[in-house]
């Protein structure tokens, strides 16, 4: 069977936090990218409550756009918010206004959200409230394995050397997060040999379908 190649869509990555969208999808972006694919990168909080006292509170600002950058995102199609970290569930409507402004604005065929069982509250928040915003749209549940209870690995993007490199390269971007064991080369690429191991090529990124329109 021939493998669905995405080409000249309009595709959008939501990010609770800053890295997130990097660690969930990275090498996928950089492929989109490669096959032309317009793709915008949202983050909802740079998360400066929680950034080490070792940094400036604005450096996971700084941090995104460099790594956004070498996955091949333009700088105008990064866009930040500035909701407080662990505060989402607080600001839904505020969050809903916003996601349906951004899919007014883009109109993006293809969404990138985080999966709908992530423990983490913001994360939740963010992939509940894209259900309700993106109801005409195919929506991908990234994988984030250590926040997610269960996740269904229903879609496969296979990948190249080039691209798991280019999300290392991102990854390492984020050196105020490098004492969290997930901003690992070693951790992405093996997570990426796994999923590779499981669609019979050497490297790959798992998505939950969440609804899929052809």
């Not at 600002?61 to 970290?85: M, P, S």
């Not at 509250?121 to 992939?127: G, K, L, M, Y």
């Not at 390269?169 to 490098?178: D, F, L």
Request: charged share 25%; glycine share 4%; proline share 2%.
């Amino acid at each position: 069977m021939k493998d669905v190649q995405f080409s000249g869509q309009k595709i959008l990555i939501l990010a609770p936090h800053t890295d997130d969208g990097e660690l969930g999808c990275g090498a996928t972006i950089s492929k989109l990218i490669e096959n032309k694919n317009e793709v915008y990168y949202v983050a909802f909080s740079a998360c400066e409550q929680s950034v080490l006292k070792d940094f400036p509170s604005d450096i996971l600002i700084r941090e995104v756009k460099a790594a956004t950058k070498i996955l091949g995102i333009a700088a105008e199609n990064l866009i930040l918010y500035d909701f407080q970290v662990r505060t989402f569930s607080y600001h839904r409507q505020e969050i809903l206004d916003k996601l349906i402004e951004l899919k007014n604005k883009i109109n993006p065929s293809i969404i990138f959200i985080p999966s709908v069982n992530d423990l983490h509250q913001d994360h939740s928040t963010i992939a509940t409230e894209a259900l309700r915003a993106f109801k005409q749209c195919t929506i991908l549940s990234y994988e984030v394995p250590w926040n997610n209870v269960s996740f269904n690995t229903t879609c496969f993007f296979k990948l190249d050397q080039k691209h798991i490199d280019a999300k290392i390269k991102a990854i390492h971007e984020y050196r105020s997060q490098s004492h969290r064991a997930y901003i690992n080369g070693d951790f992405i690429k093996s997570l990426a040999t796994v999923r590779g191991v499981q669609v019979g090529v050497q490297y790959a990124e798992t998505f939950d379908v969440v609804r899929l329109i052809l």
